[in-house]
Every structure is written in structure tokens, then in C-alpha cells.
């Protein structure tokens, strides 16, 4: 067949494939809901049937008989287990947004970036060997279709004559086109997925005219093809389970890896859980897969026995059957459509493959681990989707040339069905942690992460290092003598198991020591917070789905809605942060343009967004950098600074007003201790103006009644009582005086009989006029009185008075042994400064502030009981201030108390008033 | 004891002069010794020279005031028999308390009425209250 011819059809099929795509993805709604519907859901998992099947399968048939059935028994025995795990893992991925294998159980466990770049290097080295062999189908099949030979070889070419490598590029180019022409941040590709499905209808009706055509075009039927396979030799194995060389443990094993094969393999949780849009296809696609198994697997052996009956003696390829079968023939179209059919096997899960494995490479290999995410806050990086779509294409192109390596060095020694097996089993190295993740609260990310470490490594050196040694690749002697000379390690016996299918001895091996570690390490380790809340949101998905997960929060994070919206459209695009912001906002009834801060749940809901687009790994370290650290844009910078110093004016205003509100409370409590204080001095007023009317009304009273009674008294006598009644009833008239000038003081107008005064003469006269009291107390006096005036502006009398209040104190307590007085008068500077000063014993410090108060009464014993009203200071007082004066305690030369008037000067020379009254009628005048 | 004789010692403190005079007059009438003292410590001198049968308090003085002057005397053992009356402005019922807890057995307040006076005298002289 002419190869132009090959290549031409291919085109064309690929034409067809992508017109479908790009038909889903602009399609309307009708389209859509064609698409997403449980059939083609189901289909598009019958990916799962790879070139492997649809070549592999009869290759096996032919050498192990029935031997290739648990690999498709699995999956569709356990069927309604499967949907059980499907389903659970489908609502949380939904729910965390997951979008990847890797995703899922870095997600898991704390997001641990740690573990997804851990499950995706086992899952790319698992798989490249399983894209490799679908180059490996479809070259070989493009190469028997072009010779029309049933025997070729296609391992000794010169790569620039492989036609596999001209594959491994048209198939990049495809998966490049499909898979990564926009990014969706739910990692939905409506348009690949019906491709997919549309694939696993061409292969199914490929291999079922293959069959048809073998039974029924080659042989007479079934009766006629099994009738002449049965003269074969060998032929019962194929037909009978005991007599196949596969043990019951081994049949379990490879069930077992199957179906997490079927489970994890990471296009197949891309199809099956990525590409799910709703949960409820899962009860149709558990009875409609497992159908599509049954149906493609009917021909299997009819083809096997055919192939067999038909190429006896010949040298080929039982895994060519499907095609050489209808070559063999002449029947050219068929063998084209077979050839599509294994194209669109191997093309499908190639496609799908690295499509899936460049997502987890760059959400969980290259972001966290390669850049900073101090990147993505750089304000020249734009739109980041197309530097992201960049990026899983050189995944693609990488992945697929390291397929094609492996291929051209390894390819040729082994069937398709090994090395598919081998895969199996490296991707069944999640079954622990991902099953023990969601139904296990207690597993760990370390006893995640030893689980893995370990089933891979034992994987790695009991199934692809052994290769590599039979190969050629590696020259080793570790086969027949063990690792390090140990026999125990021998890779296909190790522990000295020996006799075990190398897949089965592989699998068994590394299963049992992962999910070993897996348990020990995670009974054995504690998890953190987010390792926690995460294993409750996975264990207990059904729990958190009716409340979205996003009320469930984990950190209280918050960030600026700005950055959020920057992050989003960096990652998004403009269009899809506009709807999702918008979606939150009407949801949770919120005005974006009112607030800035996005509170805990809208970060949660931004990061599962941003989750979608590049893992939740890197969401986690990205919304991290915004939630926690602050913009480094200038603008951005100006803005908080602006904040900051409103926060900062307002805090300070803040203080001022608190500060203010403390001294007018401190002011209060004052007052309010003043007003104790002067009710107290009330009442202590009180008792001493009522004690001292009392006395001379005593005196009066006993002293009359006795002059009343005795009206005999001799007349000297008669005078001394009548003196005395007379002097006590002064002693009366004095005390009301002075209550009622501290009233007149206190209500008169300052204004009212002011004249201008010669104080020093002021002085004198009152000095002249207190005379007689002074001499008669002994009391020693220096007076420095200034020869020319002093003028101030005041009322005589009242300033009179407080002079003589201020003697008669000074007087009293001078010392009584040889009381001193000194009288000083001066101007300074705009005031008359009149000093008054004793040597007694001074005013005690405590009472320096309360002398002045009314109704204070210096009651020191030692100096004799007080006879004042308590008034006779604070007069003084309310006088000198309205005089707009001062009085206050000075220094005193020795230890008495001096007291200090100053009074302001008055320019105006006038003449002094000659009427002033003098208050010295009163010579027991002695009140402080 | 009789009116008239001069059995009868009463001491008078007070340090008004003049309450001194009207007290001294009354009681002198009556047929009393009079013993006067303007304060506290002068009276207690007083009383342990010429111990009388009464003291009349009064209770605001200098220095030493007249419920201490009371203790003092109810605190020496000779003068368990001396009567104190207290004659003080302090009218309220605190320091009339105060006045029975230091010892004293009447309490008089000023002004007061020249024949109460005499009477009280006269009546603790022959009851002994």
C-alpha cells in the first residue's frame, strides 16, 4: 500500500478528530448537551483501551490464551466498586478543584508540593514506557501497511528513516493542538473529550469487522474457526483457565493492578474525574464501560486462534494479528480501517497522556519548583496563561521525545503487553495513598510520601531496571547474583520469592511494602492543621459538598482584593476573573468597589479557582505570597502608605482624645477630692463655728443668769461679770463679721470702691494701728518699708484687712519665747511684692495647699488652741485675686512661714484715699 | 456632805477664762472648794496634790483634751473615787458616748443652765451617781 495513501487517510482521520473538537467547543448549547452526556463519557474511558488492547490483546491470547483477561476483567468485575471510589473522588476533586492525579494527593495531604512532585515523576516514568509502546503499535502497523508484509522490522532503521519518530511528531503536534490551546481553570476539554470518544467507537468497530471478518470472512464461524484451531498443538491452554500457567494469586494480582490502573493511570483520572461535569454519569458508566470491555474483547481469541491456524509455521508477530489478518488477505481497506482503529487507540491515550502528565508538570514539577512565586506578582508578566500554555507544551514535546527514546531503546525486546503491565504497576503505587486518603483520616503526608518512596523503588529495581539490564543498556550481574551480592535482592525473586509472574513478583512486592510504610509511617507521624482539614474535607466529602467546602476555612487569610483579581486574571484572564468575582459577589450579596480586603473565604475561593488553572500546590504558595506578604508595586505602595497614615492620624487622634479624656477624669476625680475635702472642711467648720459661739454664749449666759440671780453682788464684781458678758458678746459680733465679709467678699464686684493706693503707706498705717497688739506679744518686728509710694488700684479697706489678717497670724505663731517678724514691701518688676513672714514653725508641707482653702484651720496644739473661724486666710485670698493679684507661701529665712502678696503696679500717681477704716479694733484678731 | 462646808473640793478645767469665772462663782455659792485649771496637764498636777471629790471637764483644750485627762485620772488607783463631770460644747452623741467610755459619769453641755449645773454637782456629791 502506498505509503502517500497511509499518510493521507491518517490526515484525513486526524481532520475528522480535530473538526469534532473544535465543533464541541464553539458548539451552542445543544452540542453541548450531547457532549456532556453519560455516554460519551463513558466512551472517552474506554481509552483505557490503548493499542495495547487492540493489538496486545490478541498477542497475549495467542501466547498466554486466556491469560490477557484479568488486565479487562478487572476493571469490569469490579465495576461497581470502582464507580464507589470514582465517585467519592470525583465530588472532591470537584469540590478542592483538583486537576490532576499529582493534585489530588498532594491535595491530600496538606498540598504537600513535596508529594506532587513526587507522584508525578513516578507517573511520568510510568508512563513514558506506555506511550512508547503506542508508538511502537502504530509504526509497526504503519509499517506493515506500507509493505504489505507480515514480517517487518522495525527496530533497525536510521531515525531519520522512522517513520516513528515522523509519528512522535504528528502525534505532539495533535496533542499540542488539543490539549493545550487554551487554558481552562478547570482543565475541561469538551472538545478532546468527544474525540475521545469518537476514537473508542472508530477502534471498537475497527476490531469487531476485524473479528467479524476473521470468524466469519476467514472461517466459517465460530463452530469452524475453534474446530480447526483445536488442531493446533498447545491450542487447550489458550481455552482453559487451570491450564494456563497463571497461579489464582497472580490472576488477583494483575486484577488488582488493573484496576487502579483503570483508577490512576493519569489520563485516566483525567478523563474520568478532570472531564467529568457531573457526578451522576457514573451510575450509567458503570454498566456501559464494563459493555464496551465485553464487546471488544469477543473477537480476542477467535482473532488469536485465527491468526495462529493461519500463520502456522510462520515467524509472526502474534501482537500484528489484527492487521495482518486482513492483509493476509488482500483486503486492504479492512486492514486501513484496522490500522485507523489502532491509530485511534494509541492516539487517544497518547493524547490524553501527555496532556495529563504536561498538566502535572507544570502545576506540580515547574511552578513550585522552579520559579518563585515572587514571579507572579511582577507587574511586566501580564496575562500568565499563555507563559503557562508554554509551558505544558515543551511538557508535551519533552515527554513524547523521552517516549520515543525509550522506544528506540528498548521498544523492540518486549511485547506490548509487558510493558503496559509495567506501568500498570508503577501507577499502582497510588492506590494507597489516594484510597487510604479518602477513606483514612489518619494517613499522613509522610506516611504518604514513604509509602510511594518505597513501592517505587522496589518497583523500579524488580521491573524497568531489569529491562534496561536485558536490554544491553546497563551491564549489571544484579539479575542472577542480587543487589550488592545479595541473592534476598535478587529483582525478579526478591526476599527469595521466586516462581511469580516478574509483574505479579513486582507488584506484590512494592504494593505490600508501600501500603506497610504508608500505615506504620502514618500511625507514627502527625499531620499538620492543613493536613487535617484537608484529610477531613477528603475522608468526609459527602459531609462538606452541599457547603461547597469554601465555608470550611482553614487559614484565616486575608488579602486585597486587588491582588486577588490581578492574581486571577494573570492565571484566567480577564473575562473569567470578571464572572467568578462576579458569581461571589452575587452570592454572597457583596460590593466589591466598597471594600477592599477579601476575607478568608474569598481567598479560599480564589486559591480552589486558581487550584484549577495551576495546581493547588502552587495556588497554595502564590495566594500565600499575596495573603500574607504586601504588593510591591510603587502605586500599590502609596496606597497602603496613604492607609497607614490615615490608620495612623486616626490613632493618634484617637490617643489625643483618650489622653484629654483622662485628664478631665483625672480632672474630676480632683474635683470630686476637693469637694469631699471642702465638705469635710464644712463640717468641720460647722463644729468649730458652732464650738466657738458656743463658748462666749456660755459665758454670757451663766454670767447673766448669776448677775440676774444674785442681785446682791458686791458692785465690783457685778462690773468684772458685766465686762466679761460684754467682751464675749464681741467675741460673737467679730465670728458673724468675718462669715459675713467672707460673703461680702466673695459677692462683691472688684470694681466697686476702687481707688488708687499708696500701699507702703498702706501698710504703715495698719502697722501703726495694730500697735499695741504687737507690743503687748513682745513680738520683735524689721520693717522694710520703701520711701517712695507704691501705687496699686484697690480697696483700701479689703486690702487692709487681708494686712491685718496676715499680722495677726504671723504674731501668733511666731515663736512665743522671742517671736520675730519681718515686713518687707519692694516693687518688682510690675508688681508691689508685700512679705509677711514669722519664725514659728512653719506651715507643714501637706498643709502648704490647703491653707488658703475656706474653712481651714491650722490646728497644731503646741501652739495653743485655734481661735479663728478658718476664714481669715481665704479671705485674703478671694481678695488679693480680685485684685488680680497673687498670694502663696515664699521662702522664709528661717524655718516660719513667710506669705507673699503681689499685686500689679498702677502707672497713675493719684492721690491716696485718706479715709481708710482700720480693722484693729479686735486685738484677739487671730485668725490663719 | 453639807452645803456650806468646805469639805467638798471640786477642780474646774477649762481653757476659757471666763467659763472659769462663772463655774467658780456658782460652785463657790454652793459652799465648794474651788480648784481651777486652764488644761489638762495642770489639772491632773492639781489632782495629785489635792485630789477632789469632782472634776468638771471641760473636753475641746490644747495639748491635752478632756476625755484623755479623764483616762489619765481613772488610770492611777487613789482616784477611783473622784466623779467627772464633763461640761464640753460637744453635744453629740458620739462624744457623749465617749465621754462615759473614758470614765466620765455626767455629761454636761455648754451652754448650760446655771441651777442644772449646781443640782448635778450637788446630786453626784450626795448620791455619787
Not at chain 1, 450579596?589 to 480586603?597: E, G, M, N, Y
Request: aromatic letters at 10%.
Amino acid at each position: 500500500m502506498s505509503p502517500v495513501i497511509i499518510v493521507l487517510v491518517s490526515v484525513i482521520y486526524m481532520g475528522i478528530l480535530f473538526l469534532i473538537a473544535s465543533l464541541v467547543e464553539k458548539g451552542g448549547s445543544f452540542i453541548k448537551r450531547i457532549v456532556h452526556n453519560p455516554i460519551t463519557y463513558s466512551l472517552s474511558l474506554a481509552a483505557y483501551c490503548t493499542a495495547w488492547t487492540f493489538y496486545g490483546s490478541v498477542g497475549r491470547a495467542a501466547t498466554q490464551g486466556v491469560g490477557y483477561l484479568p488486565i479487562y476483567l478487572g476493571p469490569a468485575i469490579v465495576a461497581p466498586i470502582l464507580f464507589v471510589f470514582l465517585r467519592k473522588i470525583i465530588l472532591i476533586s470537584k469540590n478542592q478543584r483538583i486537576t490532576s492525579i499529582a493534585d489530588f494527593i498532594s491535595s491530600r495531604y496538606g498540598k504537600s508540593s513535596t508529594l506532587g512532585v513526587l507522584v508525578t515523576i513516578i507517573a511520568l516514568l510510568g508512563i513514558i514506557p506506555y506511550i512508547s509502546i503506542q508508538l511502537k503499535a502504530i509504526t509497526l502497523s504503519f509499517e506493515i501497511l506500507k509493505s504489505s508484509d507480515v514480517l517487518v522490522d522495525i527496530g533497525s532503521k536510521p531515525f531519520y528513516y522512522d517513520s516513528a519518530l515522523y509519528i512522535t511528531i504528528a502525534l505532539t503536534f495533535f496533542a499540542i493542538i488539543f490539549g493545550t490551546r487554551n487554558l481552562d481553570p478547570n482543565e475541561r476539554h469538551d472538545g478532546l473529550v468527544t474525540a475521545v470518544a469518537f476514537e473508542s467507537i472508530v477502534k471498537l468497530l475497527a476490531f469487531l469487522a476485524v473479528g467479524i471478518f476473521v470468524t466469519f470472512g476467514i472461517f466459517d464461524g465460530f463452530g469452524d474457526l475453534f474446530q480447526k484451531g483445536s488442531t493446533l498443538p498447545d491450542i487447550e491452554r489458550l481455552f482453559s483457565i487451570e491450564s494456563v500457567d497463571i497461579s489464582e494469586g497472580e490472576w488477583f494480582g494483575l486484577i488488582v493492578i488493573s484496576m487502579a490502573a483503570f483508577l490512576f493511570l493519569p489520563r485516566q483520572f483525567h478523563l474520568a474525574v478532570v472531564e467529568n461535569t457531573d457526578s451522576r454519569f457514573l451510575s450509567k458508566a458503570s454498566w456501559i464501560f464494563p459493555l464496551y470491555l465485553l464487546l471488544i474483547n469477543i473477537f480476542v481469541i477467535p482473532i488469536a486462534v485465527g491468526g495462529l491456524y493461519y500463520f502456522q509455521g510462520q515467524n509472526v508477530e502474534p501482537d500484528t494479528f489484527v492487521l495482518t489478518l486482513p492483509l493476509a488477505m488482500d483486503h486492504f481497506r479492512l486492514a486501513m480501517l484496522a490500522a485507523l482503529g489502532g491509530f485511534s487507540a494509541a492516539s487517544s491515550m497518547v493524547i490524553v497522556a501527555v496532556l495529563a502528565l504536561s498538566i502535572m508538570i507544570s502545576n506540580n514539577l515547574i511552578l513550585p519548583t522552579f520559579l518563585k512565586p515572587r514571579i507572579w506578582k511582577n507587574k511586566n508578566q501580564g496575562n500568565l496563561t499563555s507563559q503557562l500554555l508554554g509551558i505544558r507544551r515543551v511538557a508535551i514535546v519533552v515527554v513524547l521525545l523521552l517516549s520515543y527514546s525509550y522506544y528506540k531503546m528498548i521498544g523492540n525486546t518486549y511485547s506490548l503487553v509487558s510493558i503496559g503491565l509495567i506501568s500498570f504497576t508503577a501507577i499502582a503505587q497510588f492506590v494507597p495513598a489516594i484510597i487510604g486518603g479518602i477513606y483514612w483520616k489518619r494517613a499522613t503526608k509522610s506516611g504518604a510520601i514513604s509509602g510511594l518512596v518505597i513501592g517505587f523503588v522496589i518497583w523500579f529495581i524488580t521491573l524497568p531496571f531489569p529491562t534496561l539490564v536485558e536490554s544491553g543498556l546497563i551491564k549489571s550481574n544484579v539479575l542472577e547474583q542480587g543487589f550488592f551480592g545479595w541473592p534476598l535482592l535478587k529483582p525478579y525473586a526478591l526476599f527469595g520469592l521466586e516462581g511469580l509472574d516478574e509483574i505479579v513478583h513486582s507488584a506484590f512486592w512494592s504494593l505490600l511494602l508501600n501500603l506497610a510504610a504508608f500505615i506504620t509511617v502514618s500511625l507514627n507521624s502527625r499531620p499538620s492543621q492543613l493536613e487535617i482539614s484537608q484529610a477531613d474535607l477528603f475522608v468526609d466529602i459527602y459531609k462538606y459538598r452541599s457547603g461547597g467546602g469554601a465555608e470550611y476555612e482553614v487559614f484565616r487569610r486575608k488579602a486585597k482584593i486587588k491582588d486577588l483579581e490581578l492574581l486571577l486574571v494573570r492565571f484566567l484572564g480577564e473575562e473569567r476573573t470578571k464572572v467568578i468575582m462576579a458569581k461571589y459577589a452575587l452570592k454572597h450579596q457583596l460590593d466589591f468597589s466598597k471594600i477592599t480586603t477579601a476575607n478568608a473565604d474569598l481567598v479560599n475561593y480564589a486559591e480552589k479557582h486558581l487550584t484549577g488553572a495551576i495546581g493547588s500546590a502552587s495556588a497554595k504558595v502564590i495566594i500565600r505570597s499575596i495573603a500574607k506578604e504586601e504588593p510591591i508595586s510603587l502605586e500599590e505602595m502609596f496606597n497602603i502608605l496613604d492607609q497607614t497614615q490615615e490608620i495612623i492620624q486616626y490613632s493618634r487622634a484617637l490617643e489625643l482624645k483618650s489622653a484629654e479624656l483622662e485628664k478631665t477624669t483625672s480632672q474630676l476625680r480632683q474635683a470630686n477630692k476637693q469637694l469631699k475635702a471642702l465638705d469635710e472642711l464644712k463640717a468641720d467648720f460647722i463644729t468649730t463655728v458652732t464650738h466657738e459661739l458656743r463658748t462666749p454664749i456660755t459665758s454670757i449666759k451663766a454670767l447673766s443668769k448669776i448677775l440676774q440671780d444674785n442681785a446682791d453682788l458686791p458692785e465690783s464684781q457685778q462690773q468684772e461679770f458685766l465686762d466679761i458678758i460684754v467682751k464675749e458678746s464681741e467675741r460673737i459680733t467679730r465670728l458673724i463679721n468675718q462669715v459675713l465679709d467672707l460673703e461680702k467678699v466673695q459677692v462683691k464686684s472688684p470694681e466697686d470702691n476702687q481707688s488708687v493706693i499708696d500701699l507702703a503707706s498702706l501698710v504703715q498705717q495698719t502697722l501703726d494701728g495694730l500697735q499695741g497688739v504687737l507690743e503687748e506679744k513682745n513680738v520683735e518686728r524689721q520693717i522694710s518699708l520703701p520711701e517712695q509710694p507704691i501705687w496699686v488700684k484697690g480697696n483700701s479697706d479689703q486690702l487692709t484687712q487681708v494686712i491685718v489678717n496676715l499680722l495677726s497670724n504671723a504674731v501668733k505663731f511666731a515663736n512665743p519665747e522671742n517671736g520675730k517678724l519681718w515686713i518687707r514691701l519692694a516693687s518688682k518688676a510690675e508688681h508691689a511684692v508685700l512679705e509677711i513672714e514669722d519664725n514659728g514653725k512653719g506651715i507643714p508641707k501637706k498643709d502648704k495647699d490647703l491653707i488658703f482653702e475656706r474653712f481651714t484651720q491650722l490646728n497644731d496644739q503646741q501652739l495653743g488652741k485655734p481661735k479663728g473661724s478658718g476664714l481669715g486666710l481665704f479671705i485674703c485670698k478671694t481678695i488679693i485675686e480680685q485684685h488680680q493679684g497673687q498670694i502663696f507661701l515664699g521662702k522664709s529665712r528661717e524655718k516660719g512661714a513667710n506669705f507673699v502678696v503681689q499685686l500689679p503696679l498702677t502707672t497713675s500717681p493719684f492721690q491716696t484715699s485718706k479715709n481708710e477704716k482700720k480693722r484693729v479694733n479686735n486685738k484677739n484678731n487671730s485668725d490663719p | 456632805m453639807q452645803k456650806g462646808t468646805t469639805k467638798s473640793r471640786v477642780l474646774i478645767v477649762d481653757d476659757e477664762p471666763n467659763i472659769l469665772v462663772a463655774l467658780e462663782f456658782l460652785l463657790n455659792k454652793e459652799g465648794y472648794e474651788v480648784l481651777k485649771a486652764s488644761n489638762g496637764l495642770q489639772a491632773l498636777e492639781i489632782i495629785e496634790k489635792q485630789p477632789p471629790r469632782i472634776v468638771v471637764l471641760d473636753v475641746m483644750m490644747p495639748e491635752m483634751d478632756g476625755f484623755e485627762v479623764a483616762r489619765k485620772i481613772r488610770e492611777e488607783e487613789n482616784n477611783q473615787d473622784i466623779h467627772i463631770i464633763f461640761l464640753t460644747a460637744k453635744g453629740t452623741d458620739a462624744d457623749r458616748f465617749e465621754g462615759y467610755a473614758n470614765g466620765g459619769e455626767v455629761y454636761l453641755t455648754k451652754p448650760f443652765d446655771n441651777e442644772d449645773f449646781i443640782t448635778t454637782v450637788n446630786e453626784v456629791i450626795e448620791f455619787g451617781v
